[in-house]
């Protein structure tokens, strides 16, 4: 679907547009061949679409945590619901957005961004829609948008990228490693979850945020000593492990350390942001990407928040990537 340079009318929802404007479906693919070698007999792809039915589209996708959600549903609140949604920063009354669910299959292969980009592209042709106006990808999503545009190059107009580099660092590497060794060695599941997360918390925050949210002192009752810090990570952990299932977990977080693409093939305008403070992947990473892609630039948000800023610094996210979009 090409780009319309005039904007259409506004497409207002009604007081049920939950049900008549989001669509949360699935469909199902069979014989899907894998990036690595294997190929999967049926693989299903649950997947959203709201917004301007007529509209540009933007396929919109998150981190390894993020599902199908990215504004609020029946089913949960949404991921990116403070940039993407009516009157929005990406504005759902004139565009229009999918999301899919990754896929994580519990067979023994190995899953990598290029699995994602063609699960996209498989949903883009049943749905009809040859070509899209962007597509959207901050941390994980950004490395299969990677692996989209240099697969479909003719399938896109843009490409923004948030805090995705091309290549990982050895550093972030094997902390995934570390969180997936855990979560395979320790017996309590649960815990196992816990402690992962928490290690990937600590490189998903900034160490300044860190200290401005919280004190360093101990905490002593008797002789049990806790840190704020401690607690904060052991909050958040619990909450994730409820709810995250341990081979998606597996999968996904394998998937970023196997991640290789072919930037030359890249043909799209491409729109990298960056985040001065994060410990994941670095702004030279991103700068190095950016630089090797015709027709692409590089925008550096400061912030506090580490990674984890594409869910946070919506204003300054909003206003790059909305004039990246209409210019």
């Not at 883009?124 to 240099?150: N, P």
């Not at 395979?184 to 402690?195: C, R, W």
């Not at 200290?211 to 810090?229: D, H």
């Amino acid at each position: 679907m090409s780009f319309m340079v005039a904007l259409t009318a506004k497409y207002k929802p009604d007081s049920n547009f939950a049900d008549a404007y989001i669509s949360l479906s699935e469909t199902r693919f069979v014989d899907f061949a894998l990036h690595y070698g294997q190929v999967l007999k049926q693989v299903t792809v649950q997947y959203l679409i709201a917004g301007n039915p007529t509209g540009p589209v933007l396929v919109v996708q998150g981190g390894i945590s993020a599902d199908r959600n990215l504004i609020d549903t029946q089913e949960s609140g949404g991921w990116w619901s403070k940039l993407v949604g009516y009157e929005g920063h990406i504005d759902l009354s004139y565009y229009q957005v999918i999301s899919i669910n990754y896929i994580a299959p519990e067979a023994d292969v190995l899953i990598a961004s290029h699995d994602q980009a063609r699960a996209v592209k498989l949903l883009l042709e049943q749905l009809s829609i040859s070509k899209i106006h962007a597509f959207i990808g901050a941390s994980y999503g950004g490395l299969v948008g990677q692996a989209f545009a240099s697969l479909y190059p003719e399938s896109l107009d843009k490409f923004v990228c948030v805090c995705a580099a091309a290549e990982n660092n050895n550093q972030a590497i094997a902390q995934r490693a570390i969180q997936r060794k855990i979560i395979e060695s320790v017996a309590d599941g649960k815990k196992a979850m816990q402690l992962a997360r928490s290690i990937a918390l600590l490189g998903y925050r900034g160490e300044d945020e860190l200290a401005y949210r919280f004190s360093n002192r101990p905490l002593i009752k008797g002789q049990a000593v806790s840190f704020e810090v401690i607690n904060y990570l052991e909050h958040n952990a619990n909450k994730f492990a409820q709810s995250f299932n341990k081979n998606r977990y597996l999968k996904l977080s394998l998937s970023i350390d196997l991640h290789q693409v072919n930037l030359s093939k890249i043909r799209c305008q491409c729109l990298f942001i960056a985040f001065d403070s994060d410990q994941i992947v670095s702004v030279n990473a991103i700068k190095n990407t950016s630089d090797a892609i015709s027709h692409s630039n590089l925008k550096i948000i400061h912030t506090h928040y580490g990674h984890d800023a594409f869910l946070i610094e919506y204003q300054e996210l909003g206003k790059q990537i909305t004039s990246f979009l209409w210019n």
